[in-house]
């Protein structure tokens, strides 16, 4: 089949990551002229920025050494693309081409494959992480209990407040427009349940390593570790808890991830 030819230029780097050459695929797609691919990759990396991507995750310029009539070799820029770049170029090459649309059937299926083994992993995160924040919640409720806490839920507030900037639970769940009866952790992304499980994991190793005592110390404890579990994201260039998008429901990624084993059984 002529679009196994797009598998066959396929390359994996280092670090096992798959990629193409940017001056593979102009020869695959017909384009002689490499200066006219890269108008269309230029238009590929316009489409990529108003699709929310981040362009370099997809686009990375490279030297690249290729040999001259001499048997001699030169550097010149290559660009190393991913799946949903050559998905985005061939999106915008000439669709009159037979291997253009050859080439937008195949990436356009196997970015839908990537996109839902995607899916899959974040799936998975977040079962994990889901239940990992729900047994150190009951560890950190015994840490403050034995510290003298009365009201846990003022003393949760006291971590959520600066770990979002001043939202409290309630805040939180206003902001992501959830029912009453929903639960925030439940509609929370990988992301921001990693940064509740270690600031939930910090909070009570803090209480018991220090032996803090009184409510009003606890709450104060609980408060300095959501500084600083958001001083940290904010130091390694994260996006802050408030500001990371609402998941759907931690039920509908338990059907995926069921659903899932189900086919790979049959």
């Known amino acids: 089949m002529k679009n196994k030819i797009f598998e066959e230029i396929k390359k994996v780097n280092e670090n096992g990551i798959e ?5 593979d695929l102009a020869k695959v797609l017909g ?6 691919f890269l108008n269309v990759i230029t238009r590929a990396k316009e489409a990529c920025k108003n ?20 048997g001699a070799e030169r550097s010149v820029d290559t660009i190393h ?19 253009v649309a050859l080439g937008q059937t195949y990436f356009a299926v196997q970015t839908r494959r990537q996109e839902e083994c995607d899916q899959l992993i974040e799936d998975e995160k977040r079962l994990y992480l889901r239940g990992e924040v729900k047994k150190h919640n009951t560890s950190l409720a015994e840490a403050a209990g034995n510290a003298g806490v009365k009201n846990y839920g003022k003393f949760q507030n006291f971590g959520h407040k600066d770990l979002y900037g001043g ?6 769940h206003k ?7 929903q639960k925030i952790l439940d509609y929370m992304g990988s992301e921001e349940l990693a940064a509740n499980l270690f600031r939930a994991t910090q909070a009570d190793a ?12 606890a709450n104060l404890t609980h408060y300095s570790v959501g500084k600083k579990v958001r001083k940290a994201i904010k130091e390694l260039g994260g996006t802050m808890p ?3 998008p609402k998941a759907d429901g931690i039920s509908k990624a338990n059907k995926r991830i069921e659903k899932s084993e189900k086919k790979m059984i049959n």
Do not use: T
């Open 81 to 99: 693309l991913s799946r949903y770049a050559c998905y985005l170029i061939v999106q915008n090459s000439d669709p009159s081409k037979e291997i």
């Open 175 to 181: 902001k992501k427009k959830l029912k009453k009866s």
């Open 19 to 23: 990629y193409w050459s940017s001056r």
């Open 51 to 70: 699709s929310g991507q981040v362009i370099h995750n997809h686009f990375s310029h490279m030297d690249e050494m290729v040999k001259i009539g001499s």
């Open 167 to 172: 939202l409290d639970a309630s805040d939180i």
């Open 31 to 36: 384009y002689s002229n490499y200066s006219k």
């Open 242 to 244: 408030e500001e990371l």
């Open 206 to 217: 803090k209480l018991r390593r220090e032996n803090i005592q009184g409510e009003e110390n």
